[in-house]
Structures are given as C-alpha cells and as structure tokens.
Nanobody, 124 residues
C-alpha cells in the first residue's frame, strides 16, 4: 500500500517556525516530484512549494524566502521548513508526489499520491 504521511504540524505564534515531514512508504519516491499544498477553511487548495527529482525547487510567491522544501531520498521523506510564520499561513498542509519522473509542478492534478494533511495554526 502506497502512503504519504505528514507530521510536524501544530500551533505556533507569529514569527515562529515549524518543520513538516512527509514520509513515503510502499514505493520509492526518489524519482518523483514532491509538492506541498495547503487549504484554509472555505478556500481552495493552493500550491506552496515543490521539488523535482533533481532537487530543483519552486515556491509560491507568498512563501518565497520564508519556506524551504527539501528531500532525503535515503529516508523516502520530504520536508517543508517554515520560518517567519504568519497568521495567514494557517491551513491544513498536504504533501503530494507525482508518481513518475517529473519536474516540480504547482498543478495539483499532476500529483498522483497525497497525504492526509496536517494542521498548522499560527496565532497573532
């Protein structure tokens, strides 16, 4: 069974930091692009960051300079380091993997595997 499981979410004050992890199982994800998306209540799911199979990264303008995406293929795990958090970063964060060799993408439809999400709440 192929799974992506996120961890690391929680409650943090504005200006603080969190590190999300996305652990893959059931198949290797080293050739996939991996992405992070988020969804706030009443809002559509939006792109946050992505990393290609060759470690090229791509960020939404709203998080550029504050968030860093990375991966550890030996652990089959992706990460999202979030610094200088703002209340508007509050959302459920989802990790995703394309399922094939690919470039980083901001398009949800290009991701075939999704985690269940982890809540990030930033208080003002």
């Amino acid at each position: 069974q192929v799974q992506l499981i996120e961890s690391g979410g929680g409650l943090v004050q504005a200006g603080g930091a969190l590190r999300l992890a996305c652990a893959g199982s059931g198949r290797p994800f080293s050739s996939d692009a991996m992405g992070w998306f988020r969804q706030a209540p009443g809002m559509e799911r939006e792109f946050v960051a992505a990393i290609s199979w060759s470690d090229t990264t791509y960020y939404a303008d709203s998080v550029k300079g504050r968030f860093t995406i990375s991966r550890d293929n030996a652990k089959n795990t992706g990460y999202l380091q979030m610094n200088s958090l703002k209340p508007e970063d509050t959302a459920v964060y989802f990790c995703a993997a394309t399922g094939y060799l690919s470039a980083a993408s901001y398009k949800p439809r290009e991701y075939g595997y999704w985690g269940q999400g982890t809540q990030v709440t930033v208080s003002s």
